[in-house]
């Protein structure tokens, strides 16, 4: 699975630990930056990863941020795109099961490189339920 990653300054330090944790799983991973801790705009890097994702040409995404809402909203202005802003396992396991998320968007002023380290191991590993949720997806989609 091909990961596609992005983050600004404020998520730099996290993008790169879970750079390598995905690489050491075995995922290929399309980094989008930044490379720095420098004051950045996260639009620049979030909207190419997510239409890497939009287009298939990555299957997932991960982005980070201060907080992950200005990268959650940035994402999901892409067509196609359903990114969800996870704080904790039930909420990164229920945006899987119930709304196919194809981005994680996280805050590295949030939670710590453990927790985030954990969600996104529960993220990728759990699967889109579909039935009724199919339904209100494709309805979105409209
Ligand atoms: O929602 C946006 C993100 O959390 C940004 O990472 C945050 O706004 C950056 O803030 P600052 O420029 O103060 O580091």
């Known amino acids: 699975m091909k990961i596609a990653l992005a983050s600004d300054h404020a998520g730099y330090k996290y993008k790169e630990i879970i750079k390598e944790w995905l690489k050491s799983r075995g995922y290929e991973v ?71 998320a194809n981005v994680l968007s996280l805050g590295q002023r949030m939670m710590s490189i453990e927790e985030a380290i954990e969600i996104v191991e529960l993220w990728l590993s759990t699967d889109f339920e579909g039935g009724r949720h199919q339904t209100r997806i494709d309805a979105i989609e409209k």
């Open 30 to 100: 399309a980094d989008f930056g930044t490379d720095s801790e420098e004051s950045c705009s996260y639009t620049d890097f979030i909207r190419p990863a997510a239409e890497a994702v939009a287009e298939g040409k990555c299957d997932r995404g991960i982005v980070l941020g201060g907080s992950g809402n200005g990268e959650a909203i940035t994402a999901n202005k892409v067509r196609g795109i359903r990114c969800a802003l996870c704080w904790d396992l039930r909420s990164a396991r229920l945006s899987r099961e119930h709304n196919n």
